[in-house]
């Protein structure tokens, strides 16, 4: 078994959940922005291009979608847990 493979088997349960949770929403958030950027939507890449703070644009929308979206899939990871 690999090294990373035992320390993640050794996390209790409920955080493993939250991170593997955690990361789908990112991972979603960030598709979803870079989709918002790709298709235009509402002139937003155009005015990304024209402003002289790209990186900062991007990493504000990006981050934002990706704590958006991870915090959600985390909170309705919670919520769907069974009843003991």
């Known amino acids: 078994m ?3 493979q035992r320390k993640i088997e050794t996390f209790p ?3 493993r959940l ?3 949770n955690a990361a ?3 991972m ?3 598709s979803a922005a870079g989709g918002l950027l790709l298709t235009d939507a509402g002139g937003l890449a ?3 291009g024209e402003t002289d703070s790209y990186f900062t ?3 504000l929308l990006f981050g934002g ?3 958006t979206f991870g915090s959600l899939a985390m909170a309705s990871a919670i919520m769907l847990l069974p009843r003991k």
């Open 28 to 30: 979603i958030g960030c």
């Open 13 to 15: 349960k409920l955080l």
């Open 57 to 59: 644009a991007s990493a």
């Open 2 to 4: 690999a090294p990373l």
């Open 65 to 67: 979608f990706a704590l």
């Open 24 to 26: 789908g929403g990112v």
């Open 46 to 48: 155009t005015l990304f």
């Open 18 to 20: 939250l991170a593997i």
